[in-house]
């Protein structure tokens, strides 16, 4: 086995490319913003990053492991990333494979945002674990028994689209009440303005924490809604999944203990069996690096 993995990361704002030794150090990190132009303008850059890093390699690289935006598609190698609307069935496994001639691993990107803070991160040799991420959206990936889990067609994990509230908002993915229209980052912010937080409309979460730490009563109820969607869905998926460490990392995370309080205050009430009941959460250690880092580890996992 060669030294080094090849690491891709594409997603709807940048692509990024690295270089991922076999103890999880990212030697080389490079990124560009997503182009929004045509299907082939976006490889362009793709191949590009890939091409340098390749030639800055200083050991043998053995492979690569794909991080991309979803839904993908394992059995044809595709994507259709939703917020990458010129690749719709873009075949980047087979685009990759054919750049570098190495073997290539695809997974999703909550897949990838797992396997990197099992490596390397927060969930380090966790054995259940969802990786979460709580930003624009809110996307997941699931590590069952020590090793990835990626369903059918690739796309377990999307723990954001777990319904919450029956008679709740449409979702983009077609559905009512999915945790996403609740605790993603536009929805606490819409919520809080509807509900009297003075803002104007292109507030967002960052602005909305900033708020609730200064003790804004409705941003601070905001929070407080949001964590509880996202414990109710938790205590589904570990409830289903047999868990024992939930990682959340995102923007919307990063409002530290505005999120996390309450979310574990509300799991106490609703993780009621006992099998979940010393559940974990914790915040994610690897911030933007985790796509990549969990990009090889993806790969080293079916190597």
Not at 62 to 71: E, K, L, N, Q, T
Not at 85 to 111: I, S, Y
Not at 169 to 174: H, K, S, V, Y
Not at 280 to 299: H, N, S, Y
Request: glycine share 16%; hydrophobic share 45%; net charge negative.
């Amino acid at each position: 086995m060669g030294d080094l993995t090849l690491a891709v990361d594409v997603g709807g704002t940048k692509i990024a490319v690295g270089l991922v030794d076999f103890d999880g150090s990212l030697l080389h990190h490079a990124q560009l913003p997503t182009p929004p132009s045509d299907a082939e303008a976006i490889w362009a850059v793709t191949e590009g990053l890939i091409t340098d890093a390749m030639t800055t390699a200083t050991g043998d690289v053995h492979g690569v492991g794909i991080s991309s935006a979803g839904p993908v598609d394992l059995p044809s190698g595709t994507v259709s990333p939703i917020n990458i609307t010129a690749w719709q069935r873009f075949p980047v496994a087979e685009r990759v494979a054919a750049a570098t001639g190495l073997p290539v691993r695809l997974g999703g990107d909550g897949l990838c945002m797992a396997m990197g803070e099992r490596w390397r991160g927060a969930g380090r040799d966790a054995q259940f674990l969802l990786g979460m991420v709580v930003s624009t959206g809110i996307g997941g990936g699931l590590v069952l028994d020590g090793a990835p889990y990626d369903g059918r067609t690739g796309n377990a994990g999307h723990v954001g689209h777990v319904v919450v509230e029956p008679d709740g908002d449409l979702c983009t993915c077609g559905g009512h009440g999915c945790a996403e229209t609740v605790a993603a980052g536009p929805h606490l912010a819409r919520w809080a303005r509807a509900n009297g937080w003075d803002a104007p409309p292109e507030a967002n979460a960052k602005e909305l924490a900033d708020a609730a730490n200064a003790g804004d009563p409705v941003a601070l109820r905001a929070f407080d809604r949001g964590a509880n969607a996202i414990a109710r869905m938790i205590a589904s998926v570990a409830a289903v999944c047999d868990l024992d460490l939930v990682v959340i990392g995102g923007g919307v995370a990063k409002s530290g203990a505005l999120l996390f309080d309450p979310l574990r205050e509300a799991l106490g009430h609703y993780a009621g069996l006992s099998f979940i009941k010393d559940l974990r959460v914790l915040p994610a250690e690897l911030g933007g690096d985790a796509g990549l880092v969990g990009a090889a580890a993806l790969f080293n996992a079916s190597a």
